[in-house]
T-cell receptor
């Protein structure tokens, strides 16, 4: 069955360092992959989308890579700040223009220490 | 420009009562999705609606659960005769339409935390 895995253990890093979060998947060929941020008691907030034919996407301090051979996406936050502390979710979409069947990871909790 | 609005934020019901969760999508968005989230299970798709139509309800239990998105007013997720296992955070998301397709980017509300006593 389709499976998506994110680092289950919380990630603790020092302010200013680069945080790297991993999203691995099996038995699936996504058309695109999304990363969201979720704060306690709030809904997820969209960060980045990368398509199957794209290797890398950047937005300010964020960078996402997508390796369809390894079936893995890496999410990097450079020059991390305490305000980046949150849970980060990855979601896989099977068809372009169709987000009904998004498959969600459980998320990785990131804590950036001042 | 208001985002996705959900209410109530917290809802407490006794077993057997009905729960009504409301969602107003972002202005200009015609696609609404309902998700359920439990700490150990992640986000689970329940139902996808467009104005006056249920497009996909494959993630929603066939009994006790229903959803609507009327021409006027918010989308409603209704749970009849609630049981303890219905306790969870319920999130609504909306998206716009892009060139005839659903825009993959989802905008989420803050959720309704349902607690069944």
């Amino acid at each position: 069955s389709q499976k998506i895995e994110q680092n289950s253990e919380a990630l603790n890093i020092q302010e200013g360092k680069t945080a790297t979060l991993t999203c691995n998947y099996t038995n699936y060929s996504p058309a695109y992959l999304q990363w969201y941020r979720q704060d306690p008691g709030r809904g997820p907030v969209f960060l980045l989308l990368i398509r199957e034919n794209e290797k890398e996407k950047r937005k300010e301090r964020l960078k996402v890579t997508f390796d369809t051979t390894l079936k893995q996406s890496l999410f990097h936050i450079t020059a991390s700040q305490p305000a980046d502390s949150a849970t980060y979710l990855c979601a896989l979409g099977g068809n372009a223009g169709n987000n009904r069947k998004l498959i969600w990871g459980l998320g990785t909790s990131l804590a950036v220490n001042p | 420009n208001a985002g996705v609005m959900q209410n109530p934020r917290h809802l407490v019901r006794r077993r057997g009562q009905e729960a009504r969760l409301r969602c107003s999508p972002m202005k200009g968005h015609s696609h609404v999705y309902w998700y359920r989230q439990l700490p150990e299970e992640g986000l689970k798709f329940m139902v996808y609606l467009q104005k006056e139509n249920i497009i996909d309800e494959s993630g929603m239990p066939k009994e006790r659960f229903s959803a609507e998105f009327p021409k006027e007013g918010p989308s409603i997720l209704r749970i009849q005769q609630v049981v303890r296992g219905d306790s969870a955070a319920y999130f609504c998301a909306s998206s716009s339409e892009k060139q005839g397709y659903t825009n993959e980017k989802l905008f989420f509300g803050s959720g309704t935390q349902l607690s069944v006593l």
